[in-house]
């Protein structure tokens, strides 16, 4: 392979990875907190065993308006993706090195890539899954087809140093809100 491809692509990598893909510090690493009685439920959710209605009042979450549970649910899965890209990225710039040392040809090189690319995208749909807001499972479902673009174009290699890039700062900007 030609040095100076995989050396553009390791570099463009470590540009995602120094562009701030980490977690704001906003989000506290609480987990829901799942009731044990009705007295202990947050006004209109119920446990397991209980049913409990009631109307909302001043200061009461109302739909559209994230609950506790669901800002938690929010900082765990956006921590999760977060973490995916790092590693996702760690892993291609360490493909990129391998690719230089085993003079791999550019398509092989695109091979791994897109292969790589395509395990992040799975992993970021699952991730998507998991969200209980509508809004970070459309941005990480979003993210998720971009990487999955990125793994289908003709040069992977090339959408890295790109498009690429522009992904740990859109998911810090909009995800850690």
Aim: glycine share 6%.
């Amino acid at each position: 392979m030609h040095r100076s491809s995989a050396t553009a692509l390791t570099f463009a990598v470590l540009a995602v990875l120094a562009s701030g893909c980490s977690d704001s510090g906003d989000d506290t690493d609480a987990a829901p907190v799942t009731p044990t009685s009705a007295a202990d439920a947050p006004t209109g959710q119920a446990t397991p065993d209980t049913v409990t209605t009631t109307t909302p009042t001043a200061g009461t979450p109302t739909a559209g308006t994230p609950t506790a549970g669901t800002a938690a649910n929010t900082a765990q899965v956006c921590r999760a993706v977060d973490q995916l890209i790092i590693d996702g990225s760690r892993q291609i710039t360490a493909d990129s090195a391998a690719a230089t040392r085993e003079e791999l040809t550019p398509e092989q090189l695109n091979g791994k890539l897109k292969g790589r690319l395509s395990g992040l995208a799975d992993d970021l749909r699952a991730q998507a899954r998991k969200a209980r807001d509508a809004r970070i499972r459309k941005l990480v479902d979003e993210t998720a087809r971009k990487i999955e673009a990125g793994a289908a174009a003709k040069s992977p290699a090339s959408w890295m140093g790109t498009d690429f890039v522009e992904i740990p700062a859109r998911l810090t900007r909009d995800c850690h809100v």
